[in-house]
């Protein structure tokens, strides 16, 4: 199946865009104003928003990571499902205040979702046919 042949390049996309976040975490300003048009102040602000850019760019190498290691494979493309499907639905749940700024994200990453689960349905599938041939 497509998906199944295709999965290590398109979690290496997904992961380097992904980990491309990490912006934050070195300019957190800088990353809020281009992400969402907006701005925090404060030392609170700068912390949480610094962690937030590390934590999606651990997702984005944990991606990575399970392109090239099977095993791995299925617990990365969870995580980066769900950490993914959270902002789409927090864009969302704001009345797609931010969708103008952030909306190139959120396509992207709802595309990459479906691909994720559309894999993570599929692949045991593919499995147990190899196996029994």
């Known amino acids: 199946m497509w998906i199944t042949t295709r999965i290590k390049p398109?979690?290496?996309?997904a992961g380097l865009l992904t980990s491309t976040?990490?912006?934050?975490?070195?300019?957190?300003?800088?990353?809020?104003?281009?992400t969402f048009g907006e701005s925090l102040t404060g030392p609170v602000a700068e912390i949480v928003?610094?962690?937030?850019g590390a934590l999606i760019g651990?997702?984005?190498?944990?991606?990575?990571?399970?392109?090239?290691?099977?095993?791995?494979?299925?617990l990365a493309l969870i995580v980066a499902a769900l950490s993914k499907t959270v902002f789409v639905a927090l864009v969302?749940?704001?009345?797609?205040?931010?969708?103008?700024q952030a909306g190139v994200a959120v396509v992207v990453d709802t595309v990459f979702?479906?691909?994720?689960?559309?894999?993570?349905?599929v692949s045991p599938r593919e499995e147990l046919r190899r196996q029994a041939v």
């Not at 398109?10 to 996309?13: E, G, K, P, R």
């Not at 979702?113 to 349905?121: K, M, N, R, S």
Request: proline residues 5%.
């Open 10 to 13: 398109v979690m290496v996309i």
């Open 49 to 52: 928003v610094r962690n937030w």
């Open 58 to 74: 651990l997702v984005g190498m944990m991606l990575i990571y399970g392109a090239y290691d099977p095993p791995s494979r299925r």
């Open 113 to 121: 979702v479906c691909l994720f689960v559309w894999y993570l349905i």
């Open 92 to 100: 969302f749940v704001n009345g797609g205040r931010y969708l103008e």
């Open 21 to 34: 976040m990490l912006y934050a975490a070195i300019a957190p300003q800088a990353a809020l104003q281009s």
